[in-house]
C-alpha cells in the first residue's frame, strides 16, 4: 500500500475553509484515495473517495491533480463540530487486498470560535 | 438503523483473566475487521474476516484470537490479556464489492488490563 504523509496537524476558526494536503508519490495505478474522518473516542466515518480530478459530496470535496501524486481534502465553511482527526488512505478501491485499510497519523484539525 | 455494535464498552481487567469482546453488524456485510488504536501508533488492524468461517490475520494478531461462526458477529477473544494490550478497540465491516472501501466501525471498546 502507498505510504502517505500529512500534516499532523491545523487550526482554523469557524466559517473558514479547511485544505488537508496529503502526499502520496508511489500510489500505484489501481489505488484510489479515501479520506477518513475520527471524533474523539468514535470509531473513524468514511468522508469520501476519489480516483483523479476532483469529487464533491455534501461534506467535502476531494481534488486530485492529473499526476495523483497529492490529494486535498476540502471542508468548506468548518464549525467546531469538525474538530476531529483526518486520514488520508490510499489503496485499491472497490476490492481491497482483505479490504484492508491502513490508516497513518492523519491530521489533527482544531477548529476555534 | 445500520450499525456496528460493540460490548463492553469499557472493561477493566487482570492479567491472564480471559475475556471476549463481542462485535455484531446489521447491514449483512461480509468483511468485518478488528483494529486497536494507541497514542502515537494510530489504528492497526488485528485481525480481519472477508465472509464466514474465512479469517486472516492483521498486522499485529499475537495475543488474539477471532471467529466468524456467523456473517453477523466476530467477536475478539483475548485468551490471556497482558497490560500491554490495554488499547482502545475498534471493530468494523464493509461490503467485499462495490463500495468495499467504506468501513463502518463500532463506538470502541476501551480496555484496560492491570
Known amino acids: 500500500l502507498a505510504k502517505t504523509t500529512q500534516p499532523i496537524s491545523m487550526d482554523s476558526y469557524e466559517g473558514q475553509e479547511v485544505n488537508i494536503t496529503c502526499s502520496h508519490n508511489n500510489i500505484a495505478t489501481n489505488d484510489y484515495i479515501t479520506w477518513y474522518q475520527q471524533f474523539p473516542s468514535q470509531g473513524p466515518r468514511f468522508i469520501i473517495q476519489?480516483?483523479?480530478t476532483k469529487v464533491t459530496n455534501e461534506v467535502a470535496s476531494l481534488f486530485i491533480p492529473a499526476d495523483r501524486k497529492s490529494s486535498t481534502l476540502s471542508l468548506p465553511r468548518v464549525s467546531l463540530s469538525d474538530t476531529a482527526v483526518y486520514y488520508c488512505?490510499?489503496?485499491?478501491?472497490?476490492?481491497?487486498?482483505?479490504?484492508?485499510?491502513?490508516f497513518g497519523g492523519g491530521t489533527r484539525v482544531l477548529v476555534k470560535p | 438503523e445500520a450499525q456496528v455494535t460493540q460490548n463492553p464498552r469499557y472493561l477493566i481487567t487482570v492479567t491472564g483473566k480471559k475475556l471476549t469482546v463481542t462485535c455484531s453488524q446489521n447491514?449483512?456485510?461480509?468483511?468485518m475487521s478488528w483494529y486497536r488504536q494507541d497514542p502515537g501508533l494510530g489504528l492497526r488492524q488485528i485481525y480481519y474476516s472477508m465472509n464466514v468461517e474465512v479469517t486472516d490475520k492483521g498486522d499485529v494478531p499475537e495475543g488474539y484470537k477471532v471467529s466468524r461462526k456467523e456473517k453477523r458477529n466476530f467477536p475478539l477473544i483475548l485468551e490471556s490479556p497482558s497490560p500491554n494490550q490495554t488499547s482502545l478497540y475498534f471493530c468494523?465491516?464493509?461490503?467485499?464489492?462495490?463500495?468495499?472501501?467504506?468501513?463502518?466501525f463500532g463506538p470502541g471498546t476501551r480496555l484496560t488490563v492491570t
Open positions: 468494523a465491516s464493509s461490503l467485499t464489492s462495490g463500495r468495499a472501501y467504506e468501513q463502518y
Open positions: 476519489g480516483y483523479k
Open positions: 488512505l490510499v489503496g485499491p478501491g472497490t476490492k481491497a487486498a482483505g479490504n484492508k485499510l491502513t
Open positions: 447491514m449483512n456485510h461480509e468483511y
